[in-house]
């Protein structure tokens, strides 16, 4: 159980196009889905928390009209990033926070997406 | 200010030892305390966890042991086995709140 999808696993787009990334919970409803970033050889980086039905929280530094949340339903949330740059390439992570079955608030992340914007 | 401390960068233990992944914390509010297992290019796999009301959990082979007044958490693997080798982070959480990951540590097992 507690599995998260992520759609797409990589992607390359040009300069100045939007990239969307969907997240997806598969086997469990989750009220709270949060949104990382990892670059090379660093730890994970809170960018947003994204709860169902509601604005996004995003973290100091985090641009939220260039990072776009949307939580719509208790098992989607995506992430769409608008006039991509090529500083913008990351591995995007998200995770979902089971509380059906998991020992609480356990997080259960997703495989990643690599965005590569050239 | 990195509240979640892993000072070991990396660390290579022969197959059937014991592995152990330390993990330091400077936030006396953190009440909840995990380990992720991560591979390159994919998603950390959540492998236990750990409240601040325990000092130990078991799951397996792997065993979370925290020390609050010292502030330190480490992960036991016993034995190790090759497909152990990955990048391991601690994570802590305050009141369920969001998770805060120190730097990984990089375990390679040796058959």
């Known amino acids: 159980g507690a599995v998260v999808s992520q759609h797409p696993s990589r992607v390359i787009c040009k300069s100045g196009t939007s990239v969307k990334i969907e997240c997806r919970s598969l086997d469990f409803q989750a009220t709270t889905m949060f949104w990382y970033r990892q670059f090379p050889k660093q730890s994970l980086m809170l960018m947003a928390t994204s709860n169902e039905g509601s604005k996004a929280t995003y973290e100091q530094g985090v641009e939220k009209d260039k990072f776009l949340i949307n939580h719509a339903s208790l098992t989607l949330s995506t992430l769409t990033v608008t006039s991509a740059h090529p500083e913008d390439s990351s591995f995007y992570i998200c995770?979902?926070?089971?509380?059906?079955?998991?020992?609480?608030?356990?997080?259960?992340f997703g495989p990643g997406t690599r965005l590569t914007v050239l | 200010d990195q509240q979640v401390k892993q000072n070991s960068p990396s660390l290579s233990v022969q197959e059937g030892r014991i592995s152990i992944l330390n993990c330091d914390y400077t936030n006396s509010m953190f009440d909840y305390f995990l380990w992720y297992k991560k591979y390159p290019a994919e998603g950390p796999t959540f492998l236990i966890s750990?409240?601040?009301?325990?000092d130990k959990n078991e799951d397996g082979r792997f065993t979370v042991f925290l020390n609050k007044s010292a502030k330190h958490l480490s992960l036991h693997i016993v034995p190790s086995q090759p497909g152990d080798s990955a990048v391991y982070f601690c994570?802590?959480?305050?009141?369920?709140?969001?998770?805060?990951f120190g730097a990984g540590t990089i375990l390679r097992v040796k058959s």
């Open positions: 995770s979902a926070r089971d509380f059906t079955g998991g020992p609480g608030d356990t997080q259960y």
């Open positions: 994570a802590a959480s305050v009141r369920r709140n969001k998770l805060v």
């Open positions: 750990i409240s601040s009301i325990k």
